[in-house]
């Protein structure tokens, strides 16, 4: 998966930004389980991608969290 841009995460709604991170998490765990099988080939670079794209996704939507609480 390619590396998520903060200006294409800031323009997705709170309900694209839940779906996507599920997406995430759901990816990681797909190649976590295939590594402990022992079946993981090219794909182990991208899992450090993944918790980097899962890291940006939260981050935007603790920030919108935190902007909706101080106004």
Request: aromatic share 0%; with cysteine.
């Amino acid at each position: 998966m390619k590396n998520l841009k903060n200006s294409e995460l800031v323009k997705l709604k709170m309900k694209d930004l839940d779906e996507k991170l599920i997406d995430l998490r759901k990816e990681m765990s797909e190649l976590i389980s295939s590594a402990g099988r022992g079946t993981l080939k090219k794909e182990s670079g991208s899992l450090k991608s993944i918790k980097c794209n899962i890291a940006r996704v939260l981050t935007v939507m603790n920030e919108r969290k935190a902007k909706e609480d101080s106004d």
